[in-house]
Nanobody
């Protein structure tokens, strides 16, 4: 089992940047595919980005492609989401997740963090 704790959320103006971190407990972090999802008020939780165990392959939602970058440091058991050129529509609670299989489906991920709020003002 792994526990995930997100940090780095906050309030930022449109066009600004934030870097989210997700620290994992346990010594098996490198065996998990990691993902970031987000949920805006009144909306379904949606896929943002995913990264494979070694960090060699990443995948992004079309809405964030070219603006967000997912990365991981297996030595620190941490996954990151660098968010640039933020837009008001990026406002949501951001969750990191760990799973065995890569992909955009929420069902692929077994472990979830508690989420961190990102608010982008216009």
């Amino acid at each position: 089992q792994v526990q995930l704790v997100e940090s780095g959320g906050g309030l930022v103006q449109a066009g600004g940047s934030l870097r989210l971190s997700c620290a994992a407990s346990g010594r098996t972090f490198s065996t998990y595919t990691m993902g970031w999802f987000r949920q805006a008020p009144g909306k379904e939780r949606e896929f943002v980005a995913t990264i494979t165990r070694s960090g060699g392959v990443t995948n992004y939602a079309d809405s964030v492609k070219g603006r967000f970058t997912i990365s991981r440091d297996n030595a620190k058991s941490t996954v990151y989401l660098q968010m640039n050129s933020l837009k008001p529509e990026d406002t949501a609670v951001y969750y990191c997740a760990a799973g065995w299989a890569a992909g955009q489906q929420k069902d692929n991920y077994m472990y979830w963090g508690q989420g961190t709020q990102v608010t982008v003002s216009s």
